[in-house]
């Protein structure tokens, strides 16, 4: 028993400290200055912004105006919405009717019925684009950008050797909300996969992509048939060898009240969605996090049984990790500060999550096992394979 004691110590230091490693090195990159600035207006290519819209989220007209006033030369907005009844249709035609020179256009795009409703929307908003347009960037309705987004999002991709840039998500927990700043630790700890080499993908939140290499790689057609517009669009650009360029500048806040019930709602989606169309990613995911528990519980074990310094090397794994991630969210919020952003959060709830995220990472792995069907947006989908969705809307 000593022996296992003294080896799982050991994998528990070297966790922490890998971990800890890549927090700071993560940590460095949200750090680094944007040079997006540096292109002058006169190359920057023509850019159609999609935004699919389903319901009035918090602050979505500031989002909307947000858009409409970028600091980029040359852009479209097309904002794409299932049908005149959704709440978003009216707020938008009261918004773009007050500024009529505005390059941006509302489309209602009908029920999609072999695909996910974001990506009918997508699909239907590509068919309208300006024929000039060069870039296709793509955004949610719930984030909040800031007004050199796009020039940021769409400058990589002078290098023609990036497939896709994107940005991230990062959750502002509303005050006194444990469910929140739960969730926005659940999803820090994805971040550091955007900048991973192997495992790195496109959010579909804040993503663009050349026309040319979209067409090309025939990505609207495998959308036609699927759910996840950013997995899809990752998993083809990895089968060609074209890698994604994470944005740093393209980190983006949201700010929104969350639930308990949300919140195993939301981060079980998530995880159904990998499971079926990055399984690699959810099976190292999986192995991971079985691992940490496994450290945890054997730690757990040593303390109880007065091996002390064992049990602190076997948890201190949650140490490092936990300092990993202060460093990153000191980092992120210092990014949405540069970014023009007042974001009121506290650093250190990010230092203690760790250990209920891989719990919950794993009750979200266990259910996704079996689960193929999710709720998104009031449809729910059947995910039969990564080309094969069954839509089911509420008569």
């Known amino acids: 028993m000593d022996g296992l004691f003294i080896l799982g110590g050991g994998l528990g230091l070297l966790a922490g ?37 389903c319901g009035v989220d918090r602050d979505f007209e500031a989002h909307v105006q947000a858009l409409l006033a970028q600091a980029y030369p040359s ?33 209602v795009t009908g029920p999609g019925k072999a695909c996910g409703q974001k990506l009918h929307n997508l699909l239907i908003g ?11 960037a793509f955004v949610d309705s719930d984030v909040q ?55 790195g993908f496109a959010w579909g939140g804040s993503m663009a992509i050349r026309r040319e290499v979209f067409e090309e790689l025939r990505i609207a057609e495998a959308w036609s048939q699927g ?4 997995w899809i669009l990752t998993q083809i650009l990895r089968s060609v060898g074209l890698p994604i360029r994470f944005v740093p500048d393209c980190l983006l806040p949201t700010q929104e009240p969350c639930t308990w019930r949300g919140l195993a709602e939301w981060t079980t989606r998530q995880t159904i969605i ?20 496994a450290l945890a519980m054997l730690g757990l074990m040593a303390l109880v049984t007065g091996r002390w310094m064992a049990g602190a090397a076997l948890l201190s794994h949650w140490v490092f990790s936990g300092l990993g991630s202060a460093a990153v969210c000191r980092a992120a919020l210092h990014r949405l500060g540069l970014q023009g952003f007042a974001i009121a959060q506290r650093t250190w709830p990010q230092t203690l999550w760790g250990p209920a995220v891989t719990a919950l990472i794993l009750v979200n792995m266990a259910v996704s096992g079996v689960a193929r069907t999710i709720r998104w947006r009031g449809i729910s989908y059947t995910m039969l394979a990564p080309g094969q969705v069954l839509v089911q809307r509420d008569t």
């Not at 169309?277 to 991971?288: D, K």
Request: charge should be neutral.
């Open 126 to 136: 590509l068919r309208h684009v300006d024929p000039h347009t060069i870039v296709f």
């Open 17 to 53: 400290i890998l971990s800890l490693q890549r927090g700071r090195n993560l940590a460095t990159l949200l750090h680094m200055p944007t040079r997006c600035d540096d292109v002058a207006d006169a190359g920057l290519p023509h850019v159609s912004v999609l935004a699919p819209c």
């Open 75 to 107: 852009y479209e907005v097309l904002f794409l919405v299932e049908s005149t009844t959704d709440p978003a249709w009216g707020v938008l035609s009261h918004l773009l009717a007050d500024v009529p020179h505005s390059r941006a256009s509302l489309l």
């Open 227 to 230: 759910l996840s517009d950013d």
């Open 274 to 293: 990998t499971r079926v169309y990055a399984p690699e990613t959810w099976r190292v995911a999986l192995l991971l996090h079985s691992a940490y528990l």
């Open 145 to 199: 950008v800031h007004p050199h987004w796009l020039r940021a999002l769409v400058t990589p991709l002078y290098d023609r050797g990036i497939g896709a840039t994107a940005g991230f998500r990062w959750y502002v927990p509303l005050p006194g909300s444990l469910a929140g700043s739960l969730r926005s630790a659940w999803n820090a700890s994805t971040l550091a996969l955007m900048v991973h080499p192997r495992y």
